[in-house]
C-alpha cells in the first residue's frame, strides 16, 4: 500500500465512506480488482487505525469549529456535559438564525432521537417546528450519550437556557417515560403530545393475535381512535368496543386507556400543534442529516 493511497485512505474514512467502497475506489485506480496487492480486510485495517487516531482528536476539533463558529457568529451557541472524569457526554448546538426563528415560530416543537449516528451509536436530537406557511424549521441539535430522565433534563435546560429562557406551548415527542418525566420538570406548563403513528404502530404490533382472533376489531379501534368527534364520543365508544369484543383483561387496552389524553387527537382540539399528529418532521430532518451524521 503506497503512502499515496493510506493518504487517500485518510481522506475518505474522515469522510465517512465504507471500506467497500474505498476498496473499490482503489481498484478502480489502480486498474481493476486484480491489481491490489492487498485484500480489503488489510483495507479495514488500516482504516481501523485512523478511526482510533480520530475518536481521539474527534472531541477536541469539535470543540474548536464551535468555537471558530461562535467567534464568527456571537449568535452561535453550544453546551457540552463531561462526566466526573471530564469526559464529554453529549452535546447540544443551536445558531442567530435558528434562535431568532424559535421566537417567532417556538410555540410548538417536535422532538425526536431515534436515529442513532452508526460510528458512535449517539442518539441524534434535533429540535424541530413548522413554519404557518408549511416549512420545517430546525432550531437546534444534539447528540447525547443515552435516553435517560437526567440527560433529557441536561438538554431540554440547555434548550431553554439558548432560547432566553422562551419555553415552547406543545411538545409532540415518541412515547418515552425518561422523556416525559423531563418535560414535565423542565417544560412544566407545555402540553405534551406523543406520536399517534408509533402508538397506533405498536398497537397493530402487540395485538396481531387479537385483531385476528377478533373479526371488525382493530377497523373499530381505528376508526373510534382517529374520527371521535368529542371527549365523550371517544369514550362511549371506547368502552362499547371493549365490552362488544369482551377485551377488557387485554393489558394493551388498559395500558392505553390509561394514556388516552397523551395520543388520541380528540383531546388536543384546543391545543396548538400546527397540521402536527406524529413526529413525521422530526425524522424527516433525520433523513436530511443521514449522510453528514452516519458513518
Known amino acids: 500500500m503506497s503512502d499515496e493511497e493510506k493518504a487517500l485512505i485518510r481522506t475518505m474514512k474522515r469522510c465517512n465512506i465504507p471500506t467497500r467502497k474505498i476498496v473499490a475506489v482503489l481498484a478502480y485506480i489502480r486498474g481493476g480488482m486484480d491489481k491490489l496487492p492487498y485484500n480489503k480486510r488489510k ?11 480520530l475518536e481521539n482528536s474527534d472531541v477536541m476539533e469539535v470543540q474548536q469549529y464551535f468555537e471558530k463558529k461562535q467567534a464568527e457568529s456571537p449568535g452561535f451557541c453550544y453546551s457540552m456535559e463531561v462526566d466526573a472524569k471530564n469526559k464529554v457526554r453529549s452535546v ?6 435558528s434562535r431568532t426563528m ?7 416543537i417536535s422532538f425526536d432521537t431515534t436515529f442513532l449516528t452508526n460510528k458512535y451509536n449517539l442518539p441524534f436530537a434535533p429540535f424541530v417546528s413548522i413554519s404557518p406557511h ?17 440527560t433529557f433534563k441536561w438538554l431540554f435546560q440547555q434548550f431553554l437556557a439558548a432560547m432566553g429562557g422562551k419555553a415552547p406551548k406543545s411538545i409532540i415527542t415518541d412515547q418515552d417515560k425518561a422523556m416525559e418525566s423531563a418535560i414535565k420538570d423542565v417544560f412544566p406548563q407545555a402540553t405534551h403530545r406523543t406520536c399517534l403513528f408509533h402508538v397506533m404502530k405498536k398497537a397493530k404490533e402487540q395485538m396481531c393475535r387479537v385483531f385476528q382472533l377478533n373479526q371488525g376489531l382493530y377497523e373499530d379501534f381505528h376508526d373510534i381512535v382517529n374520527n371521535s368527534l368529542t371527549e365523550k ?8 368496543m371493549i365490552e362488544t369484543y369482551n377485551v377488557g383483561e387485554v393489558k394493551f387496552f388498559q395500558d392505553m386507556w390509561k394514556t388516552r389524553k397523551k395520543f388520541v387527537p380528540v383531546y388536543f382540539k384546543t391545543k396548538f400543534f400546527p397540521f402536527i399528529q406524529t413526529t413525521a418532521r422530526s425524522e424527516g430532518t433525520n433523513a436530511l442529516f443521514k449522510k453528514g451524521v452516519g458513518a
Request: proline share 0%; glycine share 8%.
Open 43 to 53: 483495507v479495514g485495517n488500516y482504516g481501523t487505525t485512523i478511526n482510533r487516531e
Open 92 to 97: 447540544f448546538w443551536t445558531d442567530a438564525r
Open 102 to 108: 424559535y421566537q417567532e415560530y417556538g410555540d410548538f
Open 134 to 150: 408549511g416549512k420545517t424549521y430546525l432550531f437546534a441539535c444534539a447528540l447525547i450519550v443515552n435516553e435517560t430522565t437526567n
Open 233 to 240: 364520543e371517544f369514550e362511549t365508544l371506547w368502552q362499547t
